[in-house]
C-alpha cells in the first residue's frame, strides 16, 4: 500500500491523494522539527497540556499557521480525554482551543465541519490520528484513538455521526495516520481482552502473544478494522506505514520518550473557494 502521507516543509506533511483531488483541502501531521520549543519539547511542540512554555507553543503554532496559510483564529482545538466525544463545528467556534487550553471544547476527542474556514486540530505522541472525507457531501473530521477511544469505539461513532448527516458508510474515506507501530506498542491481556470483544467475528486479529499476558497490539490495523466493520469500504481506508515511536528523528512519543515529550498535531480543513 502506498504511504498516504508526503513530508512538504520541514514541520508537516500532507495527505497527498487528498490534497491532489481536493485543491482547497488541507489535511496532514505535523513533525517534531522546525518549531521553538526547547528541552524535552523541541522543537515544534503544539500541545499546551505538557508543561511547555505557553509562549513557545504559541509560537510553534504561529509557524505552522504561516506554513499552512491558515489563520489561528480560524483553528478549533480540544481538551481532549481519551473518550469518545465528537464535536460538529462550524466556522462560528474558529480560534477555540488555538492560543489555549483554556478556551478549548471541553472532554472532546473528534471533530467534523462542512464548512470553510475552519481548520480542525487534535494532538497526538503515539495515539492513532483518524482522518475522513465524504468529498461528494463535503464533510471531514478528525479523531483521536489512543487504546482506549479506540476500544470504546470512537471510529464507529464518527461513522454514525455521519449516517445522521446523511451520509452513507460508502461514501466515506479514511486515512490512519502516523502513531505507534505494533513492534513498540506491548499491552496487556486487560486490554486484549477489549480487543477480541470488537472483533469477534473477525479472523484477522491485530495482535500477537509474544509472552504470557503481554502482546504487541497494531492500533492502525485495530481500528481499520472498525472502519471496515462500521460500512467503510477496505478500498476507502488508507493506513500511514510511519511509526512515532521508530521514527525518532520525524516525531515526539510518549512510550519512547519515557512521557517527558511534545505533542504532534493533525489537521484538516477547507480553505476558502476564492473562485
Given at each position: 500500500?502506498?504511504?498516504?502521507?508526503?513530508?512538504?516543509?520541514?514541520?508537516?506533511?500532507?495527505?497527498?491523494?487528498?490534497?491532489?483531488?481536493?485543491?482547497?483541502?488541507?489535511?496532514?501531521?505535523?513533525?517534531?522539527?522546525?518549531?521553538?520549543?526547547?528541552?524535552?519539547?523541541?522543537?515544534?511542540?503544539?500541545?499546551?497540556?505538557?508543561?511547555?512554555?505557553?509562549?513557545?507553543?504559541?509560537?510553534?503554532?504561529?509557524?505552522?499557521?504561516?506554513?499552512?496559510?491558515?489563520?489561528?483564529?480560524?483553528?478549533?482545538?480540544?481538551?481532549?480525554?481519551?473518550?469518545?466525544?465528537?464535536?460538529?463545528?462550524?466556522?462560528?467556534?474558529?480560534?477555540?482551543?488555538?492560543?489555549?487550553?483554556?478556551?478549548?471544547?471541553?472532554?472532546?476527542d473528534?471533530?467534523?465541519?462542512?464548512?470553510?474556514?475552519?481548520?480542525?486540530?487534535?494532538?497526538?505522541?503515539?495515539?492513532?490520528?483518524?482522518?475522513?472525507?465524504?468529498?461528494?457531501?463535503?464533510?471531514?473530521?478528525?479523531?483521536?484513538?489512543?487504546?482506549?477511544?479506540?476500544?470504546?469505539?470512537?471510529?464507529?461513532?464518527?461513522?454514525?455521526?455521519?449516517?445522521?448527516e446523511?451520509?452513507?458508510?460508502?461514501?466515506i474515506?479514511?486515512?490512519?495516520?502516523?502513531?505507534?507501530?505494533?513492534?513498540?506498542?506491548v499491552?496487556?491481556?486487560?486490554?486484549?481482552?477489549?480487543?477480541?470483544?470488537?472483533?469477534?467475528?473477525?479472523?484477522?486479529?491485530?495482535?500477537?502473544?509474544?509472552?504470557?499476558?503481554?502482546?504487541?497490539?497494531?492500533?492502525?490495523?485495530?481500528?481499520a478494522?472498525?472502519?471496515?466493520?462500521?460500512?467503510?469500504?477496505?478500498?476507502?481506508?488508507?493506513?500511514?506505514?510511519?511509526?512515532?515511536s521508530?521514527?525518532?528523528?520525524?516525531?515526539?512519543?510518549?512510550r519512547?520518550?519515557?512521557?517527558?515529550?511534545?505533542?504532534?498535531?493533525?489537521?484538516?480543513?477547507?480553505?476558502?473557494?476564492?473562485?
Amino acid at each position: 500500500m502506498k504511504e498516504p502521507f508526503v513530508l512538504i516543509k520541514d514541520q508537516y506533511m500532507l495527505i497527498d491523494s487528498w490534497r491532489q483531488q481536493n485543491l482547497q483541502l488541507v489535511a496532514g501531521f505535523t513533525t517534531k522539527n522546525g518549531g521553538v520549543s526547547s528541552g524535552d519539547f523541541q522543537t515544534l511542540n503544539t500541545g499546551f497540556h505538557v508543561k511547555d512554555k505557553l509562549e513557545d507553543v504559541q509560537g510553534n503554532r504561529r509557524i505552522l499557521a504561516d506554513k499552512l496559510l491558515f489563520p489561528l483564529n480560524e483553528w478549533v482545538g480540544a481538551e481532549q480525554t481519551h473518550e469518545t466525544k465528537i464535536h460538529h463545528v462550524t466556522e462560528r467556534d474558529g480560534g477555540r482551543g488555538s492560543m489555549d487550553y483554556d478556551s478549548a471544547f471541553k472532554a472532546t476527542d473528534g471533530f467534523y465541519t462542512k464548512d470553510q474556514n475552519v481548520l480542525l486540530t487534535l494532538c497526538y505522541a503515539d495515539c492513532v490520528p483518524l482522518y475522513f472525507l465524504a468529498p461528494a457531501h463535503g464533510l471531514i473530521g478528525v479523531a483521536h484513538a489512543g487504546w482506549k477511544g479506540t476500544v470504546n469505539g470512537i471510529a464507529r461513532k464518527m461513522v454514525e455521526a455521519w449516517l445522521n448527516e446523511g451520509i452513507k458508510a460508502t461514501e466515506i474515506f479514511a486515512v490512519i495516520g502516523p502513531s505507534i507501530c505494533s513492534k513498540c506498542y506491548v499491552v496487556d491481556a486487560k486490554v486484549i481482552d477489549l480487543v477480541q470483544n470488537l472483533l469477534v467475528d473477525n479472523d484477522e486479529k491485530p495482535y500477537n502473544l509474544i509472552s504470557e499476558g503481554q502482546y504487541r497490539l497494531d492500533l492502525k490495523q485495530l481500528n481499520a478494522l472498525i472502519l471496515q466493520k462500521s460500512g467503510i469500504p477496505k478500498s476507502q481506508i488508507d493506513v500511514s506505514s510511519y511509526c512515532t515511536s521508530c521514527d525518532h528523528e520525524l516525531f515526539f512519543s510518549h512510550r519512547r520518550d519515557n512521557g517527558k515529550t511534545g505533542r504532534l498535531m493533525s489537521f484538516i480543513g477547507w480553505k476558502e473557494d476564492l473562485g
